[in-house]
């Protein structure tokens, strides 16, 4: 079940009616109720699944909180866990190419050895919904209790709680225990919160469905055969593709966070006008914030942060995207694609330190240069995603910068106007009191926005697209 059809509508539409006509003692539960629907509607196997890894995570604490190996069993369990249903064929593929042992880069093969070593039928490893998101909580819970950042130590109940909890089921926002434990207890509603989760919802669905949508029919074409296009249409997908993941994925996170609203729970902002960046290190404090908050407070400050020599901190920066990048997909194209982000956010912090100047400082001249600059470097970079494997990414930048002849890339002129759809959203963020006086008339608005909404969901049986983050 997707946020993105009309069967999610009307099961959110009668928990919603429920769950506030439910005495507030008995919400928590209604809400444990609720979500494991959700999540078992997708799989019923996976969701005793998740219930086992949370059982196994309340044990952990249960039993060795006071062990100093408590942070060793604990974040080692969920990084196994993790592992086995993420990585399993990446890594077995990795050591079949070191070690020439065929059988291991095969996935088939893999699988048929299994089967017949287990005696199972039809041996495959799937990747559950939200593994990642759900592991990067379970770990920040472990560490943040043994930091005594939390000030009471869960229950199970206050387990699932945290970790069931529909809205971010499919698209995070990643949540830290400390923000989310106190509203469990204390939902609250008020009509602030109302309007401003139904605008959120609003705009997650017309991102989403519409406008990343209609990107997406433009450039997926081209992911399938890159090396049919020319080197301009190839750059001009690379930054389509830069705004169909932006639409795509905050679009779920709206939703996400606007649902939470209307159920009384304020979550985490994950996007402020991203492609509004001044330079690599800008872009993620921006963009799936709490993903870059997440790596930088569970893997860069551990490793020795900034507070270091200049080329320990290089080796922070480059080894905690590259691990960023591994997160993304069991696939060595976004290991690369950390790889160069965490280089690229090293090398700027380096110019900066050392006062050295890119551009001179002309007024005007100097922050639109250094913007372009910036954001065709990374732009490109997002190569690394729609490419199926390092020889195609290497060969379509080839292309890019070579300025390669092939086929034109179509429509064009509907990912320009669908640019300045995300330059609008980008500016409500930037510069909200711009917008203040329009909120006025909301109470006209939105139920005719709302009618066209549902419209669109009913013509949208299939649930539109795959959300593209989903493979992460």
Known sequence: ???????????????????????????????????????????????????????????????????????????????????????????????????????????????????????????????????????????????????????????????????????????????????????????????????????????GILKKIILSGTVASIIYPVFAKPNEYSGIALLLTSYAFAVHLYLDFSGLTDMARGMAKLLGFNLPENFKAPFFMTGFGDFWRRWHLTFSFWIRDYIYIPLGGSRCSEWRNVYNLVVTF????????????????????????????????????????????????????FLNAYMVTWVMFFTRDLKTAFAVLRNIFTFSQGRNLLNVETILYIMLFTFFFHAIQEWPAWFQKFRKKEIFVLPILSLIIILILISNQSGNMDFFYSKF
């Open 1 to 203: 079940m997707s946020f993105v059809n009309f069967s999610f509508v009307l099961f959110f539409l009668l928990f919603y009616l429920v769950y506030w006509n439910t005495p507030i003692r008995f919400r928590r539960h209604l809400l444990f109720i609720g979500s494991s629907f959700f999540y078992a509607s997708f799989s019923v196997n996976f969701l005793f699944h998740l219930y086992f890894v949370i059982l196994i995570n309340y044990y952990l604490q249960k039993k060795f909180y006071n062990s100093k190996n408590f942070l060793l069993y604990s974040v080692g369990f969920n990084l196994v866990n993790l592992g086995l249903f993420k990585y399993f064929y990446f890594f077995m593929e990795l050591i079949g190419t070191v070690s020439g042992i065929e059988i291991l880069s095969q996935k088939t093969s893999l699988n048929q050895y299994f089967s017949s070593l287990l005696h199972i039928k039809s041996f495959e490893i799937i990747l559950p919904l939200t593994i990642s998101y759900y592991s990067f909580q379970l770990i920040s819970l472990a560490v943040d209790l043994k930091k005594g950042k939390i000030e009471e130590r869960p229950g199970l109940y206050e387990y699932f709680s945290y970790i069931l909890f529909f809205p971010i089921m499919i698209a995070g926002p990643i949540l830290r225990y400390t923000e989310i434990r106190k509203q469990l207890d204390e939902p609250v509603f008020i009509k602030e919160n109302m309007f401003n989760g139904i605008w959120l919802v609003l705009s």
């Open 322 to 373: 590259t691990l960023g990048g591994l997160w993304h997909g069991a696939n060595v194209n976004y290991v690369f694609w950390g790889l160069l982000t965490g280089i690229l956010i090293s090398i700027e912090r380096f110019f900066n330190d050392k006062g050295f100047r890119l551009f001179p400082s002309i007024p005007y001249v100097k922050p639109i240069v250094s913007y372009l600059f």
